[in-house]
């Protein structure tokens, strides 16, 4: 099982980005996924998730609007739109896939954003 994330980066205030999650070693359109980012010090929270069928996603309260989640069954690929992006945006963002018993991570990707 893998899941790697990658399109991260330094950004400016203001710019977006895309994230990208590459699944394999799974059945990823069976699995709900979901996009939680992590700061040093600070617990891991999440930011968005997405059914197995992309028919529904849901958002953290405080970063909805700027957020968007998709995914692409056919490719195994998860997505995270970030539009104005913020300092306090740099984390590290980590997919995650759930299923039956089973839940995986990948092993992220550092977004840092300068004002």
């Known amino acids: 099982v893998q899941l790697v994330e990658s399109g991260g980066g330094l950004v400016q205030a203001g710019g977006s980005l895309r994230l990208s999650c590459a699944a394999s070693?799974?059945?990823?359109?069976?699995?709900?996924m979901s996009w939680y980012r992590q700061t040093p010090g600070k617990e891991r929270e999440l930011v968005a998730s997405?059914?197995?069928?992309?028919?529904?996603?849901n958002y953290a309260d405080s970063l909805k609007g700027r957020f968007t989640i998709s995914r692409d069954n056919a490719k195994n690929t998860l997505y995270l739109h970030i539009n104005l992006l913020e300092p306090d945006d740099s984390a590290v963002y980590y997919c995650?896939?759930?299923?039956?018993?089973?839940?995986?991570w990948g092993q992220g990707t550092q977004v840092s954003v300068s004002s």
């Open positions: 070693g799974f059945a990823f359109s069976r699995y709900d």
């Open positions: 995650n896939a759930k299923g039956g018993w089973y839940t995986y």
């Open positions: 997405i059914t197995s069928s992309g028919g529904d996603t």
